[in-house]
């Protein structure tokens, strides 16, 4: 499945690309293809284009502060989690999208 | 109810008094009590304290707390009807005897207290902060009462029980008159408060046996001032605290009665480290002390410039101003903290307050030896560009300190503090030995004796000066020497003789004209031939200088330079004058930045006229003590600064980290800009300045950490930190990282947490790890404990991406199993710093 990620935490030091490496880890694992874009304290980092969303058959946003540009996501299969959900339980989050 | 194993009669209640029984609802059940035969006693069984029913005193020592129970027994011929006075009484009635009282407003609060003595906020007194450091010690009071030797005589228990007694009657009728004129309700119950006090059965007691032991009746009264003062100030209540207050007036008042209304308490004598507590203080009464002794300082008063607060600064004193009432609240002989930087006074006996001080002492003993090795040399910038940083000191007895904290000189010493405050000025032999002892103190390092400065603002009596409308701008500094040749030609020959004696140059303050300078040389020349005359050795070659403190002097620099060897700039005065902004007024205060632009262009200017001329020039405001503004003085490319000599460590730390061109071209950049919060934005987001430090050192690594849970896991890390020199305020950087811990937990599992913030704090980006010897409880997503600590500090402003770049590898990393195993099995700092470094591709 290809699937499109965004992550983003309150201070964007540590938790953005902690549950960023997660997604990408265990979505390759379970064999998705995913892009995950990281908003934190260096600004929005591989960005999605609009290419991977529309191509994109679920999106996941793992944040914990509104989603920068969220509205691109609009009409898509949309899994929204808070940033430890991804870090503790990644497996459980790609599992949402099925469910 | 009737108690089976005594013959009282008993109940118990719960106080539900929001402030606890203090002193007014304690006078009232005083008051019913006492309306009969029957003994009674109250005995709070939260600590056990009993406490005699008649005795407002007595009740208040037991400490009733909102929600405390209490028993109550009652014993005596008319216990039956007592019994039941008092059950309702203080079932019905007592609850409304307290009226709310205002809250005092403090100058600091809990909130700004670090986390570890938020227990004892209401302990905390909270002042302003006159100077860094902390210490413990017993208080001494000046000023409290202290019985005078000259009247301290025996006692007669006979005849000084009839003094006292008439004393206490007299004072009783003084009071009444008051109640009857009360004008208010609240007024009244103030002195309602104060009746109840001096009739208290308790204080009477503990007076009248005082006597009986054979004291002096204005003794006993001191002594029971001291005994009750200290019992009050230990309660955990505000309002009874404040008593203390009450009953040190009380007892004044009785002092008056029995030694004549004249009656002034004595001097007092350091006999032991001590913390001295005052309402305010004059300089001779601060020189006057035993330095060896005078531990710190507490002022009531909250004026900043004053010459106490000024001396006590220079000599590196914990000082903490503005706390009324101080000398009662803390009384003599308490044991208390003085947290200078903080501006903070806690009685140490308060819970967990000893323990975190001691901590703080082992803190600040490491980060100054950490300081030391910049202290102990002269100090030049990472580019080679030389900075002498000398002391400002207001007495001899200063240099010792200012050479132990590494002065290169003393690049200010303010004689005024010899002058001031005295019946008539210091002789000419007394200043020489002071001057003399200070030369032989530096060695060959320079001294700057700058010559008297006082003026209306720091009047001296014995001068007779006419107040002033505006002191400021009137006859200060070197205006009054015409007026006043002998004191300037004593105080001359005095700094002339010395010079023999080792490297002492000499200063003018507030000159404004050529001819001034011009003036004051002939005198000096004149009296450098009386001196010849008299074949008295002095140094020729004397350097004479000048403060530059007017926009006159300013402007005319390269004339001055003529007749001038160099020059300081005043920035205090200069840019009071700059700005036409009082210092000293607070609504106008601020406007005296001097970060403004249009200052430091002038700043610039007089700087270039000096250089071009060949004149050393340095500073010796305030303006040099303050490290966040260092790289525009570093940028003027000034000779020396001079600053309190506390300060002179982190200023050689942070001079010897700066670039001396980036800090020229900031300074260029600043001058360009139009107002002085762009100075300010730039001076914080300015990278260039102060190359960058390696994100990852030894140093910020603690292996078998001692920490025993998360906050001193956190302290930790923040006082390593803090040790390297890689952030400013301590207290901010635990708040910002707590902040973050309080969305949600950093503990991100498998053992590791990552706690971390972006803070005005950080001074240079770091990574520090801790590895506790026992794993801590950090509340973490998979609920485990946590066995590794890795902290990310970031500077608020600035560019950081080349270290978010690494902070977010490593956050990556951390994901990953084998690096975590990696990371849990290193024992070695230093090959963890390189291991690590290598991994996350950052330098080290």
Avoid at chain 2, 29 to 41: H, K, Q, Y
Avoid at chain 2, 374 to 391: L, P
Avoid at chain 2, 823 to 843: C, H, I, R, T, Y
């Amino acid at each position: 499945m290809k699937i499109v990620a965004v992550t983003a935490c309150a201070t964007g030091i540590a938790h953005t690309y902690m549950a960023a490496e997660q997604l990408e880890k265990t979505g390759k694992a379970l064999g998705h293809q995913i892009k995950v874009e990281t908003q934190g304290a260096m600004g929005i980092e591989n960005e999605l284009s609009v290419n991977d969303i529309r191509q994109a058959e679920a999106a996941i946003l793992a944040a914990d502060i509104e989603v920068e540009k969220g509205d691109r996501f609009d009409g898509m299969k949309t899994v929204r989690v808070p940033v430890q959900e991804a870090i503790k339980d990644p497996k459980g989050v790609f599992a949402r999208i099925k469910g | 109810m009737k108690s089976e194993t005594t013959n009282s009669l008993a109940f118990t209640f719960t106080c539900n008094l929001p402030n606890g029984l203090h002193a007014r609802p304690a006078s009232h059940l005083a008051d019913v009590a006492n309306g009969f035969a029957a003994a009674g006693t109250l005995k709070n069984l939260r600590n056990g304290v009993e406490a005699d029913l008649k005795s407002v005193l007595a009740m208040i020592a037991a400490d009733v707390r909102a929600g405390d129970e209490c028993l109550v027994r009652i014993e005596g011929p008319d216990d039956a009807e007592s019994f039941e006075t008092l059950r309702s009484f203080i079932h019905r009635d007592l609850p409304a005897c307290d009226e709310p009282l205002a809250a005092p407003a403090p100058a600091g609060s809990a909130h700004s207290l670090p986390r570890q003595l938020r227990s004892a906020a209401s302990y905390c007194h909270f002042g302003i902060p006159v100077s860094r450091g902390v210490v413990c010690g017993p208080t001494v009071v000046v000023g409290g009462i202290v019985i005078p030797e000259a009247v301290d005589e025996p006692g007669y228990p006979e005849r000084d029980a009839e003094r006292l007694s008439r004393a206490l009657q007299a004072v009783r009728n003084r009071m009444d008159v008051l109640l009857a004129r009360s004008a208010s309700e609240t007024e009244a119950a103030v002195v309602r408060a104060h009746l109840a006090l001096l009739g208290d059965i308790t204080f009477h007691r503990d007076l009248f046996q005082r006597i009986e032991h054979g004291i002096q009746a204005g003794r006993a009264v001191s002594e029971s001032a001291t005994f009750f003062g200290a019992l009050l100030r230990r309660s955990e209540n505000l309002y009874i605290r404040e008593r203390a207050i009450d009953i040190q007036e009380i007892c004044l008042q009785l002092l008056e009665e029995i030694y004549g209304p004249g009656f002034q308490p004595a001097a007092v004598e350091l006999r032991q480290p001590s913390i001295v507590v005052a309402e305010n203080l004059a300089p001779q009464q601060l020189l006057a002390l035993d330095r060896t002794l005078l531990k710190g300082v507490v002022l009531e008063s909250a004026a900043l410039t004053s010459h106490v607060v000024i001396l006590a600064r220079s000599m590196g004193i914990p000082c903490v101003v503005g706390l009324p009432d101080a000398h009662v609240w803390l009384g003599d002989g308490q044991d208390v903290v003085v947290d200078a930087g903080r501006g903070l006074v806690v009685p140490s006996f308060a819970p967990g307050v000893r323990r975190f001080y001691e901590r703080e002492g082992t803190t600040e003993r490491r980060r100054s030896l950490a300081l030391g090795r910049f202290s102990s040399q002269r100090v030049q910038t990472v580019d080679g560009c030389g900075i002498e940083v000398g002391a400002n000191v207001g007495a001899a007895a200063d240099f010792e300190a200012a050479f132990r904290f590494g002065a290169d000189g003393i690049g200010l010493f303010r004689t005024e503090m010899l002058f001031v405050d005295r019946d008539e000025a210091p002789s000419e032999n007394a200043q020489f030995e002071i001057y003399r002892q200070a030369a032989e103190c530096a060695g060959n390092r320079p001294i700057i004796i700058r010559t008297l400065d006082i003026g209306g603002d720091k009047p001296l009596a014995y001068l007779k000066m006419r107040p002033e409308k505006n002191p400021f701008l009137g006859n200060r500094g070197v205006r009054i020497y015409p007026k006043h040749q002998e004191l300037l030609r004593t105080q001359l020959r005095a700094v002339l003789r010395a010079s023999a004696c080792g490297r002492i140059q000499m200063m003018l303050p507030m000159i404004s004209s050529l001819d001034e300078v011009l003036w004051f040389k002939g005198v000096l020349s004149d009296v450098r031939q009386e001196l010849a005359s008299r074949q008295i050795t002095f140094d020729a070659a004397m350097k004479v200088g000048a403060m530059i403190e007017t926009p006159a002097a300013g402007f005319l620099v390269d004339r001055l330079a003529t007749e001038l060897d160099f020059f300081s700039l005043g920035t205090n005065d200069l840019s009071q004058y700059f700005f036409a902004a009082d210092r000293e007024n607070a609504d106008v205060a601020a406007l005296s930045n001097v970060r403004h632009p249009g200052f430091l262009r002038f700043l610039k200017q007089i700087v270039d006229a000096a250089r071009k001329r060949g004149r050393r020039i340095g500073i010796c405001g305030d303006m040099a003590g303050r490290l966040a503004q260092l790289p525009l003085l570093v940028g003027l490319q000034l000779d020396s600064l001079s600053a309190p000599a506390i300060e002179i460590p982190a200023i050689k730390e942070r001079v010897a980290r700066l670039s001396a061109g980036a800090c020229r071209r900031l300074l260029e950049q600043a001058i360009e800009f139009g107002s002085a919060s762009e100075v300010e934005a730039l001076l914080g987001s300015c990278e260039s300045i102060e190359p960058p430090r390696p994100l990852l050192d030894r140093d910020l690594i603690v292996l078998d950490a001692p920490s025993e849970d998360k906050e001193e896991a956190i302290r930790d890390m923040v006082d390593a930190l803090y040790i390297a020199g890689r952030i400013g305020n301590r207290d901010g950087m635990e708040e910002a990282l707590w902040a973050r811990e309080a969305v949600y937990s950093t503990g991100l599992g498998h053992g590791f947490a990552v706690p971390h913030c972006k803070s005005r704090a950080v001074t240079a980006d770091s990574i520090g790890i801790l590895k506790p010897k026992r794993p801590i409880e950090w509340g973490s997503l998979d609920g485990q404990p946590v066995r590794m600590v890795i902290l990310l500090a970031l500077r608020e402003a600035g560019q950081n991406g080349g270290h978010m770049q690494v902070f977010s590898r490593l956050a990556r990393k951390l994901m990953n199993e084998e690096f975590r195993a990696r990371l849990l099995s290193a024992d070695d700092p230093v090959l963890l710093v390189s291991q690590l470094g290598q991994e996350l591709d950052a330098a080290v």
